[in-house]
């Protein structure tokens, strides 16, 4: 374990098309270290990893662990030829944190699809992917904001096939993005490094390929439509297929935390574009429109034209059969009700960010196949200072799902505004990473058992009919 005076380091992992950042991440340090600094300890040291803005979660996962410990990245033999790129990718001569080790473990931050990177990048380590000198238990906590953890419906709206994923709609938005992916990865010698797609194992740049091979992809990419680029990944199918192979699954040694942002909530009579969250910045005025109406798009998408059926569409239909013959339903949001479950989980279907709908972002699996804490949404994290929050050491192995109410799918962040909101997350988790860092590695067995549910701070109880849906609707703005 670290000195007290030296904290775990916190790696962050951005989403799909962010590679920015510091540049656009901002002064949140001022706030996420305050928990050290009143303690009279050293700062917590911040690592960007740089992986591939557009590239699959396994390609993603290993550019992040080779960033960290340095060398060559090496995606896997089996793997590159299944997916008709090279095996080896580019050089790190200095890793960003070549000690990493379950002796020197991590903490990770991931955005969007950062989160699902992260939680790929422990299942290789759990599998030996990398070798056997590494770790599951070198990722001491996992913090997703805004995670499509089991996909989302926004990418089937933006052009993939709803029926023959990974295939791509001609002329639709995924398709335009596909081609401007292309030309910058054609042009990726002379582009800056904001800009920096990590192909370099797959030889698009115009010093590598021709001009007839970049014209030929724009007219079908053969990286678009596969299965080894972010849009598939992102699909409910790709979800289920990690799923099966238990991908998501948590390990007694490691701390998980999920912050689940909605914008919109069909089970509340309140309007977005009404909240007093959209008077806090020019930036909420400015993204309030575009995300609006994608938050719209997401709740009014026809889950029943899918092929092949998401799994979790069993999991609704079984919830609403139980409350039609007034038995028990187990709820998605760890509520246990009666009367209203089914209704309640098919909303989670529906509430979201703009970007990824409030079931996706609480944690990989179903609430039944993991261990999961759900808090109530009235206990909202960016309510006080979070000083008398972490009395108790956390509880390793389990996911903390923490909600976000009247928030869009870039509140938190990446983009630094210094808005209050932003100022309360990261002291927050400042203080949820030191509290972990107290605990390790004497870590406690938890007590909420596979397929058991927790709400915490919170009046919802067995048999209450409305608990469900009052859950929903009750959540108060950050």
């Known amino acids: 374990m670290s000195s007290q005076l030296e904290p775990t380091p916190l790696v962050i992992v951005e989403g799909f098309l962010s590679s920015a950042g510091a540049i656009v991440w901002g002064n949140f340090e001022e706030h996420s270290n305050y928990a050290c600094q009143s303690n009279g300890e050293q700062n917590r040291r911040t690592i960007f990893a740089s992986v591939g803005p557009v590239s699959s979660l396994h390609d993603r996962a290993c550019e992040l662990f080779y960033s960290l410990v340095g060398g060559t990245v090496d995606y896997g033999l089996e793997h590159a030829q299944a997916n008709s790129h090279g095996r080896y990718g580019r050089t790190y001569e200095d890793g960003l944190y070549p000690q990493w080790s379950t002796d020197h473990p991590l903490h990770f931050l991931g955005h969007s699809m950062g989160g699902p990177t992260i939680v790929k990048l422990q299942w290789l380590l759990s599998t030996g992917f990398f070798g056997e000198k590494y770790s599951a238990d070198m990722v001491l906590s996992v913090n997703a904001v805004s995670a499509p953890f089991r996909g989302t419906q926004l990418v089937y709206r933006l052009g993939e096939d709803i029926h023959n994923a990974p295939a791509v709609r001609p002329f639709s938005l995924g398709d335009i993005l596909a081609k401007g992916v292309h030309v910058a990865a054609y042009l990726s010698p002379i582009l ?32 678009a439509e596969s299965r080894d680029a972010t849009p598939y990944d992102a699909t409910f199918e790709a979800a289920d ?71 979790f569409m069993k999991t609704v239909a079984a919830a609403k059969h139980a409350s039609k013959l007034g038995n028990t339903a187990a709820v998605e949001d760890g509520v246990i009700d009666v009367a209203t479950g089914g209704d309640y989980l098919s909303a989670s279907l529906r509430a979201n960010d703009g970007v990824v709908p409030l079931f996706s972002q609480w944690h990989p699996c179903e609430c039944s196949a993991t261990r999961c804490k759900h808090f109530s949404h009235g206990d909202n994290i960016l309510d006080d200072d979070g000083k008398t929050r972490y009395i108790c050491p956390p509880e390793a192995g389990v996911w903390n799902v923490h909600h976000l109410a009247q928030a869009h799918h870039f509140s938190i962040v990446p983009f630094w505004l210094g808005t209050p909101s932003q100022k309360a997350f990261w002291l927050d988790l400042g203080h949820w990473l030191r509290a972990i860092d107290k605990a390790h590695p004497d870590v406690a067995g938890g007590v909420v058992g596979v397929g058991q549910h927790s709400v915490l701070n919170g009046e919802q109880a067995e048999g209450s009919a409305d608990s469900a849906s009052a859950a929903v609707a009750t959540q108060s703005p950050t």
């Open 192 to 223: 800056p490094r904001f800009l920096d797609l990590h192909a370099d194992a797959r030889d698009l740049s115009f010093r590598r390929t021709s001009l007839w091979s970049l014209l030929c992809q724009l007219r079908k990419s053969d990286w």
């Open 241 to 311: 297929e990690r799923e099966a192979l238990n991908e998501g699954a948590v390990h007694p040694k490691t701390f998980y935390r999920s912050y689940c942002a909605t914008l919109n909530d069909p089970s509340s009579s309140s309007s977005p574009s009404t909240s007093s969250a959209y008077r806090k910045s020019w930036f909420s005025w400015l993204t309030q429109g575009p995300f609006h109406a994608s938050a719209t798009a997401i709740s009014n998408f026809d889950f029943s034209i899918l092929r092949p059926i998401p799994a």
